[in-house]
């Protein structure tokens, strides 16, 4: 009976290992030689997620992004919108990898229409651009200078399917996760009702796109996650059960 005991508990600790990556995508992210940030946020849609560091001194936003394109050699973006939660506005990082070789950019999102040219300025500085695949992802790193007392941004992230022949992006895909993957990024404190947003602006990416949503789901920080509770619950019901079969 004891060794029993002692095999199902293995296997339960086992189990435990196997899907605590699941659950704390924020905190099992590493990133070899680069900073440690300081935050992290689950991104409700399109499997993303941002650590970030803020430092009030020098209001400046330092970012690692990180999502899968939805095809091997598509794109991903983060971007802050000054004006709104919404494409249009945005001002965007931008990175893919194409034949072994990973780019990223900057974009002035201006049009739902295909892009035209890239590189285009942004309203912010953004420095220390650089971007990396692993396991499927990619990751773009960068900062971005804010105007003093920034308390949150508005933040747009997004995935694509590939680049064209000119080197430009696909445009993304119409999902509902696409249509949702904007919020507010809260920098300081804790976010009050009151969205930046001044009204319900209808600029969803298509016209009757769902109103952004992000802003109530986008943000998890420091999760303990709802994935690992229930299994929590199950492995105390596993030990439960074990300490009745020793009796
Ligand atoms: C979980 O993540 C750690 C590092 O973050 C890694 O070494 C380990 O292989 C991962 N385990 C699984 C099952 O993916
Ligand atoms: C970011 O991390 C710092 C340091 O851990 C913490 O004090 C702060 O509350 C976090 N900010 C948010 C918005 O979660
Ligand atoms: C924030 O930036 C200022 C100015 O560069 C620097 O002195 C300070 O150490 C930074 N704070 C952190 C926590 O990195
Ligand atoms: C602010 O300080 C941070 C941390 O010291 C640094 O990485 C960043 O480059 C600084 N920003 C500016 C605009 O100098
Ligand atoms: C990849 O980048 C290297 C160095 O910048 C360049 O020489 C090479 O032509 C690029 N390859 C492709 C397929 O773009
Ligand atoms: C981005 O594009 C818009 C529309 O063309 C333009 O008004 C704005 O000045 C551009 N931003 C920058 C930083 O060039
Ligand atoms: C991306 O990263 C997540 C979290 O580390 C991992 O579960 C996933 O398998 C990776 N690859 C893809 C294609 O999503």
């Not at 802050?80 to 072994?100: C, G, R, T, W, Y």
Request: proline letters at 6%; aromatic letters at 8%.
């Amino acid at each position: 009976m004891a060794r029993l005991c002692f095999t199902l508990v293995i296997l339960a600790l086992a189990l435990l290992v196997s899907q605590s990556n699941q659950s704390l995508t924020c905190t099992s992210q590493r990133f070899t030689n680069k900073n440690v940030y300081t935050n992290c946020t689950d991104l409700s849609y399109l499997n993303a997620y941002l650590h970030w560091t803020y430092n009030t001194t020098n209001s400046t936003l330092s970012i690692a992004f990180t999502a899968p394109p939805s095809k091997p050699e598509g794109w991903v973006s983060w971007s802050i919108n000054p004006v709104k939660p919404s494409m249009i506005s945005a001002q965007a990082l931008l990175a893919f990898k194409h034949e072994d070789n990973i780019t990223i950019s900057t974009y002035n999102v201006t049009s739902y229409a295909d892009a035209t040219k890239w590189g285009t300025k942004l309203s912010y500085e953004v420095w220390d651009l650089s971007a990396e695949e692993s396991n499927g992802n990619i990751t773009i790193f960068g900062k971005w200078k804010l105007p003093e007392k920034t308390k949150m941004v508005n933040q747009i992230w997004q995935v694509g399917p590939g680049i064209t022949d000119k080197g430009l992006p696909l445009p993304h895909d119409k999902n509902l996760d696409n249509l949702n993957a904007r919020g507010i990024l809260q920098l300081l404190g804790t976010q009050s009702g009151a969205s930046p947003t001044p009204s319900p602006s209808p600029a969803g990416l298509v016209p009757g796109a769902p109103a952004p949503a992000g802003k109530k789901k986008s943000a998890s920080t420091r999760i303990g996650g709802r994935i690992s509770v229930g299994f929590y619950m199950g492995l105390v019901v596993i030990l439960g059960s074990l300490i009745v079969l020793e009796i």
